[in-house]
């Protein structure tokens, strides 16, 4: 069977009533590969905003910017462009252990942050400030929640369809050199790799379809092709619910999702396809041809497929928190509880590193 489914303002931003329709000015800190293919064309189809700057400190990805966009202003620094500039708001997409800093010097001068995953790295927790999602002024890009495929197995899960849930199984590969035509710090010391990377997505998700955060997270890590570059992640939740997380840079991109409950299983098989019931745990030839149906709709219509569509909704979502005054989801909170979970998940897979070592 196949599943079908069925936002006060925030202290130091605008008012409401004196943003109103008119043109917001947005800055970009790093300026790589998500920047230029994803961020930027998904920016450009946005009514009344204006992309005013960006900050990277590569020389060549300056360049690539000023080409792209003639009437951006380039800086080598986020500091210099928030400096310089009038900014509503700012998109964090530089290497991963800049987020933090970037977005603290945002919120200082009051300009609303776009950060894309992970927040921040676990090393980093010392720095991690309290407030409130209102103070926070910030948005973190979980794009998975907003892929209408794994809502509706989320709204399944929820109502029942499948039964009392048992298992969640995610499987979540990127190609990491494909990521890495601009710059290569997926694979850099220091950047959080995989466990960051693909596991603060991963951790999301699963909170999302459970309903609940887990009462454990461990994790396990192997070398492979290059250092550290898969990660399993076992999550144990209340009522007996298990989770399992295979993720890695490899050569190629994989995404798949199985949801398995008391009464039936639900089964994603590629992200881009669809998710389908069953309680035999099979699918039959026609449901097998619809996915590769769905596979050619995305084909014909990019824009349609999971990273372009969740990067532009994520994106429209953020915009009108900041035309509304609305709260930003996922916002602060979401984001520390994430944090959270992987810096366990990190020391777990510390312990077994030390402990493998020292057995050998």
Not at 98 to 104: D, F, K
Request: proline fraction near 5%.
């Amino acid at each position: 069977m196949k599943l079908t489914s069925q936002a006060g303002n925030r202290a130091g931003l605008p008012d409401q009533g004196t943003l109103g329709h008119r043109i917001l000015t947005l800055g970009i800190t790093g300026y790589g590969r998500l920047a230029r293919e994803y961020y930027v064309p998904a920016l450009a189809r946005m009514k009344d905003l204006r992309i005013a700057a960006v900050a990277d400190p590569f020389e060549a990805s300056r360049l690539a910017a000023s080409k792209r966009l003639p009437q951006v202003h380039t800086y080598p620094s986020h500091q210099q462009m928030l400096s310089h500039e009038n900014l509503d708001a700012v998109l964090i997409a530089s290497p991963p252990f800049s987020h933090l800093t970037a977005w603290l010097e945002a919120r200082q001068r009051k300009v609303a942050a776009f950060v894309e995953k992970p927040f921040a790295l676990t090393s980093q927790i010392e720095q991690l400030p309290e407030l409130s999602d209102t103070e926070a002024a910030l948005m973190v890009n979980f794009n998975r929640r907003f892929w209408p495929p794994y809502q509706r197995v989320t709204e399944a899960v929820a109502s029942g369809m499948i039964g009392t849930l048992k298992d969640i199984h995610f499987k979540l590969h990127a190609d990491v050199i494909r990521w890495s035509t601009v710059t290569q710090h997926r694979l850099a010391p220091g950047e959080g790799g995989v466990l960051h990377d693909l596991g603060s997505q991963a951790v999301d998700l699963i909170c999302q379809i459970a309903k609940c955060e887990p009462l454990q997270i461990s994790a396990s890590v192997e070398s492979k092709r290059w250092e550290s570059d898969h990660v399993n992640l076992e999550l144990e939740f209340p009522q007996g619910l298990h989770a399992r997380c295979d993720l890695a840079y490899d050569q190629q991109n994989c995404e798949s999702l199985r949801v398995t409950g008391s009464a039936a299983s639900i089964i994603l098989r590629e992200a881009n396809m669809t998710a389908h019931v069953t309680q035999t745990g099979r699918l039959s030839m026609a449901t097998r041809l619809s996915d590769y149906a769905w596979l050619g709709y995305r084909f014909l219509f990019p824009t349609q497929r999971l990273l372009r569509y969740t990067v532009t909704t994520a994106l429209n979502r953020f915009v009108e928190s900041i035309r509304t005054g609305g709260p930003f989801h996922p916002g602060y909170a979401e984001a520390r509880s994430n944090f959270r979970l992987l810096a366990l998940a990190s020391s777990a897979a510390d312990v077994a590193l030390r402990s493998g070592e020292a057995n050998e």
